[in-house]
């Protein structure tokens, strides 16, 4: 089945240790997401890449970094995460954007927990 | 602005009672519309959506939600509620010459026997 998958689906880090979340889609949409969610919050836009051009959020941090090598691959680097970074992060796919009424398939998400 | 309102951060419902869920947007221009649900540490799935062709829309599990322009709503209902049905449940919209959803803050579903 074609699939938004993300990998690991727990990860704990250390305190300002850099880690990196995996995303990867079976679907070949050209757009996808990274989302970050706090308990009981709606999802939080941190960027976006449209085939590969980066968007990044105004409000993102600058310690969030993403990367896309190819179509099917999103990367998301926490450089030195804090303890307000724990969170689920989502990864989400898309044929095209929400502008043109492109349905948002999202991932199991990825919790990182920082210690 | 455009943004999306969910009234009610928590709703309760019997097993077998109607489940209503409601969600308001403000936009003077027809936006996309979708509703999510969220099971506990899992990715959001998509139950159904609204792209300007029927304006009740029926999707999965029994939901189904109607586009009322005039009252910028998009409420979600389910004539028979079930156990699982409980989870966090999100409104998003998709406006108009915007490239990314906005969400609604979320209503958490809980079911009682």
């Known amino acids: 089945d074609a699939m938004v998958i993300q990998n690991p689906r727990y990860q704990v880090t250390q305190f300002g240790k850099p880690v990196t979340l995996s995303c990867s889609q079976t679907l070949n949409h050209n757009v996808m997401y990274w989302y970050q969610q706090k308990s009981s919050q709606a999802p939080k836009l941190l960027f976006h890449y449209y085939d590969k051009d980066f968007n990044n959020e105004a409000d993102t941090p600058d310690n969030f970094q993403s990367r896309r090598p190819n179509t099917s691959f999103c990367f998301l680097d926490i450089r030195s995460p804090g303890l307000g970074d724990a969170a689920m992060y989502l990864c989400?796919?898309?044929?095209?954007?929400?502008?043109?009424?492109?349905?948002?398939?999202f991932g199991p998400g990825t919790r990182l927990l920082v210690l | 602005a455009q943004s999306v309102t969910q009234l009610g951060s928590h709703v309760s419902v019997s097993e077998g009672a109607l489940v209503l869920l409601r969600c308001n947007y403000s936009?003077?221009?027809?936006?996309?519309l979708f509703w999510y649900v969220q099971y506990p540490n899992q990715g959001l799935q998509l139950l159904l959506k609204?792209?300007?062709?029927?304006?009740l829309v029926k999707g999965i599990n029994g939901f189904e939600a109607e586009f009322k322009k005039s009252e910028t709503s998009f409420h979600l209902t389910k004539p028979s509620a079930h156990m699982s049905d409980a989870a966090e449940y999100f409104c998003?919209?998709?406006?108009?010459?915007?490239?990314?959803?906005?969400f609604g803050q979320g209503t958490r579903l809980t079911i009682n026997p």
């Open positions: 998003a919209v998709g406006f108009q010459g915007a490239q990314k959803l906005v």
């Open positions: 609204y792209t300007s062709a029927a304006t």
């Open positions: 989400a796919t898309s044929g095209g954007g929400a502008a043109v009424g492109e349905t948002q398939y």
């Open positions: 936009s003077s221009v027809p936006p996309y």
